[in-house]
């Protein structure tokens, strides 16, 4: 068997450059060789196990399967499987570090392969060459920002199944009319040219959020259809416009802000509203847990602000702001009560730290607080869950509490006789996203403050069930049913 190994140093951070390797059919976008790919079977493009059928410029046909993929030590393998070159056996390892010296990255492309005696020396100078090196130079032009060269046609017969989901033609979820899951349609959509303040986006995955399914419904006035919904995605900059300064082709951003319209594999955006992410953070995760955190942040943060002397009731704590409130408000010094519908949700509460649980299908939430309180309730209630839970906990709160009612699970609200809420001082808020996360500063703050919290490990953040982005009926299907346990995105390669 014979060893080729090449390496290179990328001007770029180590979690953008993975970020990008990282997904098995993004070598269409930046490799010199290759016209177009597609993974099999329409499975996620970091499916171990998973095969890209892709075209060279030249027409050939080739396929590969991944065989490992590990973002704690940021390295994939693969070996070919079809392949009109006879390299035998061939497999393949990326390995990517950081350099300490200044904010790099150090690239690693290896492989070994067993070629025929005749033909062994141009097929080892091919892969080193043609392959390897060409792909480091077209990956420095990537992260430096350079045009990207336009690609020949390949004259060869278009391939006997079709691409699910080509990178020249983006794709997205459009809401077809106000309904159920069953109005959501993945179609073909058009972008608008980036303007000067703006950047264009390759999307790897997608949050999905109530508010998505509220747009869906009609409950919220935010998509008059059709209309694409959405408002967390996590990507990749493959075009900036003339006044972006801060960012550039290659980084790896995020957003969760309005306006709607993150259910699809390539966006335009306002620069100022994106979030490079830490490396620590997959992508998936990211997308799972952005406006989540932020919501988090500015409830604990500035609608009331939280620390040791404080109560803290906490509704749907094994939900995904739930789940971020326990461990937040707990590392912050609070008491926190957990209030959930079963004993699975109620032990998950108690692992994030909570002080004490109440099963509100099994109890009296409101006589189990005043229990534990000793009479006195809880001096802060975070409400995410609305309707069913919302009179309850006015009468669970504390003299001179506050209630804060962020979330309709449940439904809405409803009517309240705010004259009631004297006869204990009470304060009621109903902070609206926007109102917190609509402005750059706004977004910089929640953000910083997210990441922190993840950085100093008062947060863990779970890894989300992901749906391929052609499946986002099923997610917003099963976040209705309350049957996930943290959150779900959307994969953008299917």
């Known amino acids: 068997m014979d060893t080729v190994r090449e390496s290179t140093v990328i001007d770029a951070p180590v979690g953008a450059v993975w970020a990008l390797l990282r997904d098995f059919n993004s070598h269409d976008r930046w490799h010199p060789a290759i016209a177009s790919s597609r993974i099999e079977d329409g499975l996620a493009s970091q499916t171990v196990g998973g095969v890209r059928y892709f075209s060279l410029t030249d027409g050939s046909i080739l396929r590969e399967q991944l065989i490992s993929c590990s973002d704690r030590d940021m390295s994939l393998r693969y070996c070919l499987l079809d392949s009109p070159l ?60 350079a045009p990207q060269p336009v690609k020949p046609v390949a004259p060869s017969k278009p391939p006997s199944v079709p691409p699910k989901n080509s990178s020249q033609t983006p794709m997205g979820i459009v809401i077809q009319r106000h309904g159920g899951p069953d109005v959501l349609s993945f179609q073909p959509i058009e972008l608008p040219p980036v303007g000067p303040n703006e950047v264009r986006l390759h999307q790897t995955y997608v949050g999905v959020n109530f508010i998505d399914i509220h747009c869906r419904t009609g409950h919220f006035d935010l998509i008059d259809p059709p209309g694409i919904p959405g408002m967390e995605a996590v990507g990749i900059v493959t075009n900036v416009g003339t006044e972006v300064s801060d960012l550039r082709p290659g980084d790896r951003v995020g957003y969760a802000c309005a306006p709607v319209g993150a259910y699809c594999t390539d966006r335009v955006m306002p620069e100022s509203m994106l979030v490079r992410l830490p490396d620590r953070l997959s992508d998936d995760q990211a997308a799972g847990t952005l406006l989540k955190g932020m919501t988090a942040s500015f409830l604990l943060y500035d609608v009331q602000p939280v620390g040791p002397d404080d109560i803290v009731l906490i509704h749907a704590a094994s939900g995904g702001v739930g789940q971020l409130l326990v461990q937040w408000a707990t590392a912050l010094g609070a008491r926190v009560i957990a209030t959930a519908s079963s004993a699975e949700k109620l032990e998950m509460a108690l692992s994030n730290g909570a002080d004490c649980t109440i099963n509100y299908r099994q109890e009296d939430f409101v006589a189990a607080t005043l229990d534990l309180t000793d009479g006195l309730g809880a001096n802060v209630i975070f409400d995410g869950v609305g309707q069913s839970t919302l009179q309850g906990s006015l009468e669970a709160a504390a003299i001179r509490g506050h209630v804060v009612s962020f979330g309709e699970a449940s439904g809405p609200p409803g009517h309240h006789d705010l004259g009631r809420m004297s006869s204990k001082s009470l304060r009621f808020s109903r902070p609206n996203y926007g109102h917190y996360v609509g402005s750059a500063a706004q977004v910089e703050r929640y953000s910083r403050l997210l990441f922190e919290a993840i950085s100093s490990g008062k947060l863990r953040i779970p890894s989300p069930e992901i749906y391929p982005l052609s499946k986002a009926a099923d997610a917003q299907s099963a976040l209705e049913a309350r049957s996930l346990t943290w959150s779900a995105v959307l994969d953008t390669s299917g």
């Open 86 to 145: 006879p390299l035998m056996g061939y497999v393949a390892e990326m390995c990517l570090r950081p350099v300490t010296d200044g904010d790099r990255t150090l690239l690693e492309w290896s492989s070994t392969f067993d070629p025929p005696a005749p033909e062994r020396n141009r097929l080892i100078a091919l892969v080193r060459d043609e392959i390897y090196r060409a792909g480091f130079s077209a990956l420095h032009d990537w992260f430096s920002g």
